[in-house]
């Protein structure tokens, strides 16, 4: 059990974590192994991102002090924080491909880039391609328009020489 100096020092972290964060996602672990925790925590340490399990007491003193309070329906049984440290949306993707593999895990609500959304929208939001899959995609659309754009200047070209 902490002690309450242990747990100011606790919220106050918490604090400069949520302030500091690209995003951060509030989901039920209830009936997770260990193992699977391991897991998840090591799929996020990838991303960058961090879960960590705390009382919802704590985690709603730390939300308000971050003037977040349309958090509190959702602080309820287990609960844990994942910080998306750098790009939120990497962090939505971690979290939906390992909800899809432990029906245990759910999402309940989440914040990203000072947007709240509630967990449908979590749920749609990290079934979305990244940020690297995004700029792949754009790149081909550029490529086949230069490569359109290119076989016409070539037929245009032959046209000339046979005319």
């Known amino acids: 059990m902490l002690k309450k100096a242990d747990k100011i020092e606790l919220t106050k972290v918490l604090v400069k ?4 964060a690209d995003g951060f996602t509030v989901c039920s672990f209830q009936g997770l192994t260990a193992a699977d925790m391991n897991d ?3 799929k996020l340490f990838a991303v960058n991102s961090k ?3 705390i009382k919802n007491r704590l985690l709603k003193h730390a939300l308000h002090e971050n003037k977040i309070t349309s958090m509190d329906e959702y ?3 287990s609960t844990m924080i994942v910080l998306g440290k750098e790009d939120a949306m990497a962090t939505l993707r971690v979290l939906g491909n390992f909800a899809k ?16 959304y509630a ?3 979590i749920i749609e939001l990290s079934k979305l391609p990244g940020r690297i899959e995004i700029i792949a995609m754009i790149a081909g659309g550029m490529n086949s328009v230069i490569s359109m754009f290119n076989g016409t200047l070539e037929a245009l070209a ?3 020489e046979q005319a």
Do not use: H
Request: proline share 0%; hydrophobic share 40%.
């Open 158 to 160: 032959t046209k000339k």
């Open 17 to 20: 974590d949520i302030a500091e």
């Open 40 to 42: 998840l925590r090591r």
């Open 51 to 53: 879960a960590q399990v």
């Open 119 to 121: 967990q449908a929208e």
């Open 101 to 116: 593999e432990n029906k245990l895990f759910s999402f309940k609500a989440g914040v990203i880039a000072k947007t709240e």
């Open 75 to 77: 602080l309820k049984e």
